[in-house]
């Protein structure tokens, strides 16, 4: 399992057009890829291939989120996952 945390930068958080960008990229891989809301210890991860799962966790702004997956192609599953929201999904 690979595992790494960073921050949603975009303003608008994780609605649904940067959500579905985030589950087509996920989806591009054969791990199963996990997100979890990290500012909240109660937060259960969600199916990072699912936009209904995604839409469900409620990430806003600013949080703090973990992104973990495991399989053949874990690291850049999590590794692309996480510069594409680091990128803030084009939304300056």
């Given amino acids: 399992m690979y595992v790494q945390n960073v921050q949603i930068k975009n303003a608008s958080g994780l609605h649904a057009r940067p959500a579905s960008e985030l589950v087509a990229l996920a989806k591009g891989f054969e791990s199963q890829v996990l997100i979890r809301n990290a500012d909240d210890p109660a937060a259960v991860a969600v199916?990072?291939?699912?936009?209904?799962?995604?839409?469900?966790?409620?990430?806003?702004?600013?949080?703090n989120i973990e992104i973990s997956a495991e399989g053949s192609d874990e690291q850049a599953a999590v590794n692309q996952l996480v510069a594409l929201i680091k990128s803030g999904f084009g939304e300056g």
């Fill in 47 to 63: 199916n990072a291939k699912s936009i209904v799962r995604l839409l469900s966790a409620g990430l806003n702004a600013g949080a």
